[in-house]
Structures are given as structure tokens and as C-alpha cells.
């Protein structure tokens, strides 16, 4: 019984303190994704709000964004970071052949696909994030 409770309480003990979250290899990704340069261009009349990166220790994915204050329009901003996104080397996940801008571009950085997705604005909040892990799954 013993030797049960050791491995039934062992075992994930080990898992927590060898395996679980977020690590070296993250903050590796992170350090790539936050080199982008499309992050820092805004569209024209938006100002920072924040730039943040986080790394979920439950699924390892990481996530480099950053928040503008802006009053512009949704098809203004999906057409600058389309214009952006394109210069830089990312290319159109959705949208293309629809007559809309896509939201959301791929691009190989640090081993894996990153993902650069537009959101907004909504409540004059313009929301730009790149998200990727190690597992190469797919965000968009």
C-alpha cells in the first residue's frame, strides 16, 4: 500500500516539479515573438495602451500583444496590420478571396507557427497578439 501512495503521489510531484509550465524553451519563443516588429506599428490615431507577454504553464503557450486606445475603424485597422503583417512576412490565415481584410496571419518564428491575430476595437480598445507554442497547434 505504501508503495501504491508513493507512485500515486510521487509521480505527479515529480511531473510539477520536472515537467509542468512554462520554461526555458518559452522564454526562448517569448524573446523571438517580442523582436516582431509589426507590434509596434499602430495605425494611424491609436496610442499604446500596453504591451505585454505571458506564457500558460497549463498548456505552454505563449503570448506577446499589445493594447491600443484607438477610435478607428475595424476595416482601417485590419488594412494597416494586413499591410504590416504582409511587409514583414506573415501571411493571410482568413479573409482572402472574401473582399475583408483578414485578422489573423502565420509566420515561422523560433521552431514553431506564430499566429498574429487583430481584434477590435471594441470600447476604443484595439487588441494585436502573437500566439504560439511548441506543440505547433493552430490558433486561427
Known sequence: ????????????????????????????????????????GAPEGARREDRYQECDDDDRFVVVAAQYRYDGSSGAALRHYGEAARADGWRPRDGAGSGTAPSCFAKSLGGTTAYLHVEGPEHGLLHVSLVADAAKSQWC
Open 1 to 40: 500500500m505504501a508503495v501504491s501512495a508513493s507512485v500515486l503521489v510521487g509521480l505527479p510531484a515529480l511531473y510539477f516539479l520536472t515537467g509542468y509550465g512554462c520554461g526555458a524553451d518559452e522564454d526562448r519563443l517569448a524573446e523571438v515573438m517580442a523582436a516582431e516588429t509589426v507590434l509596434d
